[in-house]
């Protein structure tokens, strides 16, 4: 059974006493029951000292500036940098993933880099990034670590995205989108059994997480759903997503469909065809939806966005370069006038395709 080392240790929210005994954390539906000494299926958070905490605090797998389209967000700040960071670990077991030597590690050296939320807030203002994402590994995990970075950013006036994959329950749900301005949202697929098969969990808390996030918040919110050959890439079920999308969310949250690389344990499945991608962004057009993406492949015509009402192209995206933009400083067509949905402030960055490795003085 691993140790919990004292360092970087905080006390967790979210948790009971079960009769028999244990703790319960009730962060995720995984709902792990500890003993003293063990620590959860994410592996960050423990039972120590007769409580749940997390083991992760203030330590992080890397920073790095990004553009904000690579999380992937369309319509938030365009052309804008982001810094990005994750810890380790992850609530979820996906044989796809695609970060897998962050959200499966098991090492805590793989947290080389220490930041308080202070100095990561006060680097991303030095750097003139407008936003901070908590990416690479799911933010639920490192909950308090997250949340606390957020308030020190937003004290700053920088703003904070989530890139998760919404597995979390409603308590501790309501507590953390009080302090995020964005989010993508990974909808895996759209079958309890490719979730139960293929990922370790289920559907349904993703879908009210989504739900959530839309209806209850002012939170924007983009989703991204990794096309697998042979898995999730069937008409029916991009059929069946897309029309839950609409009919659930409206036809304004911008929809993601990106390409999968063999990687982890499914190195036995090919990449996603470029044609696969098409196709399903005409299905999801098709039932309605106004904004959607192709993703992991050069295809400026799918990366980029389009007036609903005029059809123009209003945001021109090759790879991670804005090459056109006819958007109002309000965000509404120069061509028409009709409003796209959005977060706009102004005219775009220049950030481009850059990544900017970064290393956080410690404090």
Same mark, same amino acid.
């Given at each position: 059974?691993?140790?919990?080392? @004292?360092? /970087? ?6 948790? &009971? ?12 539906? $995984? ?20 409580? #749940? ?7 992080? /797998? ?19 940098? #982001? ?9 979820? +077991? ?36 407008? /936003? ?8 639920? %995990? ?9 308030? +020190?950013?937003?004290?700053?006036? #920088? ?37 139960? $098969? ?20 002012? @939170? ?32 304004? @949250? ?6 999968? &690389? ?12 470029? /044609? ?6 005409? %299905? ?20 980029? *966005?389009?007036? &609903? ?11 991670? @370069? ?15 006038? *009709? ?15 850059? $990544? ?8």
């Amino acid at each position: 059974m691993a140790t919990v080392p @004292v360092t /970087s240790v905080v006390p967790g929210r979210h948790w &009971h006493r079960l009769a028999d005994g244990r703790l319960q954390c009730d962060i995720c539906p $995984r709902f792990c029951r500890l003993q003293e000494g063990q620590r959860g299926f994410c592996f960050v958070r423990a039972r120590h000292n007769d409580q #749940i905490v997390l083991t992760t605090y203030g330590r992080s /797998s890397g920073f790095c500036v990004d553009p904000i389209e690579k999380k992937p967000l369309n319509h938030f700040l365009p052309g804008t940098p #982001i810094l990005s960071f994750g810890t380790a670990g992850c609530n979820l +077991a996906c044989k796809f993933c695609q970060n897998w030597d962050i959200s499966k590690s098991r090492q805590m050296d793989t947290l080389a880099d220490a930041a308080s939320p202070e100095a990561i807030a006060r680097t991303a203002h030095d750097l003139g990034c407008r /936003s901070v994402a908590f990416t690479y590994n799911d933010p639920v %995990i490192f909950f308090e670590y997250a949340i606390d970075v957020a308030q +020190a950013c937003h004290a700053l006036g #920088i703003k904070t995205v989530a890139v998760t994959a919404g597995y979390i329950c409603p308590a501790p749900r309501r507590e953390f989108y009080q302090h995020m301005d964005a989010a993508n949202v990974d909808l895996k697929a759209f079958t309890e059994r490719f979730y139960a $098969r293929l990922c370790g969990g289920h559907l349904q808390p993703v879908l009210e997480t989504l739900a959530y996030i839309y209806h209850e918040t002012p @939170v924007w919110l983009e989703i991204t759903t990794l096309l697998i050959p042979g898995e999730n890439d069937s008409d029916r079920e991009i059929e069946a997503l897309t029309q839950w999308i609409n009919e659930h969310l409206g036809p304004d @949250v911008p929809l993601h469909f990106t390409a999968f &690389h063999p990687d982890w344990k499914m190195r036995d499945k090919p990449p996603t065809p470029p /044609s696969t991608l098409t196709r399903a962004r005409a %299905i999801a057009m098709k039932n309605g939806l106004r904004y959607v993406y192709t993703g992991n492949v050069h295809d400026e015509a799918g990366g980029s *966005t389009y007036c &609903h009402q005029c059809g123009r192209k209003i945001i021109g995206r090759d790879w991670y @370069v804005l090459t056109a933009w006819h958007l109002t400083d309000d965000g509404r067509c120069t061509f028409c006038g *009709t409003p796209c949905a959005g977060v706009f402030e102004g005219p775009p960055g220049d950030w481009g395709p850059r $990544r900017l490795p970064v290393r956080i003085q410690r404090g």
